[in-house]
């Protein structure tokens, strides 16, 4: 058996999806665990941090006592409500006392939607290519079931384009696709996958940047209940909005920042952008021109 805590497979944002020998699964809007049968009992594991969070996941962790000893799943805890994840839910769950833990898991159940095998009684598979491993996954849940299942997943990439574009399945909670090589052995603690969620066009407000007037380098976008900060603006976009900010006012403007810390400058009155930007919380926000033609 491996030591706790596990170093989880990560993956690389990209902006298509490859070709050639990949497999294509939903990324789901949850929380990434491991869920593990030890010698000693049902294991928890927050997939990123590596935490011990069994006491929060009663339910989960009576799934994990379903699976032979010596069995270590990667994939992400979810919880539905109204035919649709619901993240908050899960976030509720995950941040609530462990004194609630009983409650909640009554309230707000969650399941484990696995999408990797990293230890099979006892044996590590990380070394496995990605093939044998989803195969072998499939035969430990089949017996199991709900709460416990496999994600979706295809290796047909025009499917996989159909599902980004699906509204419906964005609605529903899944959030992107990830692509995986066909024969690649679990890249443990490194970016050895890729991920790629929807985006459209759209119109909305630019409320501050970071940077200089004179170098803006990104662009702080309000969307009404909440606040981004864009992705890296492109040359011709940083030319164009120091032009703008440099017409606009000659006073040092005020600073403000984001709920994570992030400083940024106040843009002296709000500017309208048109972004890329997707359907779920993680998305990333593009900013694709200037609209100044969309200005009160």
Known sequence: MLPFPVRVALAEPVTDLPHGEYAFEWKLDGHRLLLASTEVGPLV??????????GLFPDLAAVAERLEVGTVLDGEGVVHNDGRIDFGAMQSRALAAPR?????????????VAFDVIVDRGQDRRGWPYHRRRALLEDLV????????????????AQALAWLADEDLAAAGVEGVLAKPWTQAYPGGRRGWLKLRPSAPRDAVAVGYTGRARAPARLIIDFGDHLALSTPLSVELRHHLAQALQASTSRRPETARLEDGTEYWQLPQPLSVEVDHGTTRHAATTVRRLRPDLAD
């Open 142 to 157: 089949a017996p199991i079931g709900p709460p416990l299942q496999v994600v979706p997943m295809t290796r047909d990439r």
């Open 45 to 54: 594991q927050a997939g990123r941090s590596g935490r011990n969070i069994t």
């Open 100 to 112: 609630r833990a009983a409650d909640l898991a009554h309230r707000l159940p969650a399941h484990f």
